[in-house]
């Protein structure tokens, strides 16, 4: 059985840092593009940064790019997300997402929580 499990969200104020973390299990973070999204309150998920699987460049959402960093541990089978100069626009739920295309498979974590308020 596949999951995906996160960790690292709280409560930060505006201009602070946090850091998520995925871990994996039942499957090979080298065979999946790994991905962060988000989901506020009355607003559709969106993708905060996306590492494919293979060696090719990383993808930022618009809003996040200079401030988040993704990084991928495939022998820990976990995957990061460094968040810098947090936003209050930031607050929403952050699901992790396993992605195999050849074999049309999606994995998603159950999410945390993240909320910028001062």
């Known amino acids: 059985q596949v999951q995906l499990v996160e960790s690292g969200g709280g409560l930060v104020q505006p201009g602070g840092s946090l850091r998520l973390s995925c871990v994996g299990s039942?499957?090979?973070?080298?065979?999946?593009?790994m991905s962060w999204y988000r989901q506020a309150p009355g607003k559709e998920r969106e993708l905060v940064a996306r590492?494919?699987?293979?060696?090719?460049?990383?993808t930022y959402g618009d809003d996040v790019q200079g401030r988040f960093t993704v990084s991928r541990d495939n022998a820990k089978n976990a995957l990061y997300l460094q968040m810098n100069s947090l936003k209050p626009e930031d607050t929403a739920v952050y699901y992790c997402?396993?992605?195999?295309?050849?074999?049309?498979?999606?994995?998603w974590g159950q999410g945390t929580q993240v909320t910028v308020t001062s």
């Open positions: 997402n396993a992605h195999n295309v050849l074999l049309s498979v999606v994995y």
């Open positions: 039942g499957l090979s973070f080298s065979n999946y593009a």
């Open positions: 590492m494919p699987r293979v060696e090719a460049p990383t």
